[in-house]
């Protein structure tokens, strides 16, 4: 499986972006899907997954409202809709893929995810 992040890049505080993950080697309507983020010397922490089924979604506490993750199944890529951007959201956000079981709902721990993306910096200036 290889994963392709996209889409970040340097915006104002309340101003939005589309990150885009391209999946290849694997479908993405059978694998449960995620978005996390890390700053300089802190751990890779959680924002969004999606199941097999898009219906089913989760969400870190702190992004809920503002982050919307979805996936686009013909085109095989994932997507994260980032509006009302906080400086405290300036880190590096990577997608990854559970392919080890046969889970179909979102799953928040990351050790859980056996693939991940090259990572694309989000930058929010106040």
């Known amino acids: 499986v290889q994963l392709q992040a996209c889409g970040g890049g340097l915006v104002q505080a309340r101003g939005y972006l589309r990150l885009s993950c391209a999946a290849s080697?694997?479908?993405?309507?059978?694998?449960?899907m995620g978005w996390f983020r890390q700053v300089t010397g802190k751990e890779r922490e959680f924002v969004a997954g999606?199941?097999?089924?898009?219906?089913?979604?989760s969400y870190a506490d702190s992004v809920k409202g503002r982050f919307t993750i979805s996936k686009n199944n013909a085109k095989n890529t994932l997507y994260l809709q980032i509006n009302g951007l906080k400086p405290e959201d300036t880190a590096v956000y990577y997608c990854a893929a559970e392919t080890n079981s046969d889970t179909r709902l979102p799953i928040t721990r990351r050790a859980s995810y056996d693939y991940w993306g090259q990572g694309t910096q989000v930058t929010v200036s106040s």
């Open positions: 080697g694997r479908t993405l309507n059978r694998t449960v």
């Open positions: 999606i199941g097999w089924n898009s219906y089913f979604t």
